[in-house]
């Protein structure tokens, strides 16, 4: 005899999707007739709650309906830009045509807000602009975009350089608000440590010179492994340059990748953004702004990579091309070099 059973998880999730239905059902009524009343600012928030619990293309519409009368402008026509998708991709004509009329009338009312970048912060390394704790991309840079009236915030960071932040208050319906980002202010340094370089001890007339705490050989030691200055002090630099060198290739080839990711997460991104009649307005799904976001990180990523990779590569050109000509080194004398990977970034350290 064979006994046939359904799996434990497939009942609970199929009654879990049940109950969220029905609940979100009965937030819908209970929105519906909120709105027959002319309260809606109490029926959108059931509106979007019974979204979350059952997405359906008729919730988005009321919900759209609701926020615009209560004048959430730029939220309302993005949910209608939704319904006009969502009616196209099941070829719902009428439906879709009628959609699409509330955007286009909705649309010369909407508050916007431009993010314009000055050409001196442009040029700052690792610049991040962001608008209500949302990064933007440098593409959105300049574009005015619909948001919903109230203040918003504008901020800027980069490396090396104070944060900029500002609010910009948009309240009127129609209106077109700019907010340029000025060149950021560089960053204080902190003061150098009084005890990082300790003095040096000169000896008395006529005495040895006293030891080095840090060196297990006297100062007069002969032993072996005890290392003397070195004849050639163009070795070292010109070794130094090489490592340096290759430090800036490397770090060359990695903005390279992180460009290329930032590139093909922004294209991705555009893909699931809808672009109003005319191009004066954008929109995006929560896939493409995230994508978009990915492509922000990648950019700045990439940028600091490009930066880092070219001081270095310049700076390991510059200690090869002027290191003195090779001379004699005494035997037993020796030059270390290496690249210290830290929190701080890419270090050369060396012993010569």
Request: proline share 8%; aromatic share 4%.
């Amino acid at each position: 005899m064979t006994a046939v059973t359904r799996a434990p998880d497939a009942r609970a999730d199929a009654d879990d999707a049940k109950k969220r239905k029905a609940d979100a059902l009965a937030l819908f009524q209970e929105a519906r007739k909120l709105t027959a009343q002319g309260k809606y600012a109490e029926a959108c928030p059931k509106l979007e709650a019974s979204l979350q619990l059952n997405p359906g293309t008729g919730t988005r519409f009321y919900l759209a309906d609701c926020l615009e009368h209560v004048g959430q402008l730029a939220s309302a026509w993005i949910h209608y830009v939704d319904v006009v998708d969502a009616t196209a991709a099941a070829g719902q004509k009428a439906k879709e045509k009628y959609a699409r009329a509330r955007v286009d009338a909705l649309e010369p009312r909407l508050t916007r807000l431009a993010v314009v970048v000055s050409d001196g912060a442009r040029s700052t390394p690792g610049l991040e602009v962001m608008r209500d704790d949302a990064v933007l991309v440098e593409a959105q840079w300049g574009v005015a975009v619909p948001v919903d009236p109230g203040p918003h915030k504008v901020s800027a960071t980069a490396i090396g350089a104070k944060r900029w932040e500002t609010t910009a208050k948009v309240d009127q319906e129609g209106q077109t608000v700019t907010v340029t980002i000025p060149p950021l202010e560089r960053a204080e340094s902190a003061p150098p440590s009084a005890t990082a370089h300790p003095a040096a001890t000169t000896p008395l007339p006529g005495t040895a010179p006293l030891p080095d705490p840090a060196s297990p050989f006297p100062a007069d030691s002969t032993a072996p492994g005890h290392r003397k200055p070195m004849s050639d002090p163009g070795s070292p630099l010109r070794t130094a340059g090489l490592v340096a060198g290759g430090v800036g290739l490397v770090g060359l080839a990695i903005g390279a990748g992180f460009g290329m990711n930032a590139l093909s997460k922004n294209r991705e991104g555009t893909e699931h953004c809808y672009v109003s009649k005319g191009g004066a307005s954008k929109a995006c799904t929560p896939q493409g702004g995230a994508l978009l976001d990915d492509s922000a990180a990648a950019a700045a990523a990439s940028t600091v990579s490009f930066i880092a990779g070219g001081v270095a590569l310049a700076t390991g050109a510059a200690l090869v091309l002027f290191a003195p000509p090779a001379k004699a080194r005494s035997r037993g004398t020796g030059a270390t070099t290496g690249v210290l990977l830290g929190p701080d970034g890419i270090s050369l350290v060396g012993r010569w």
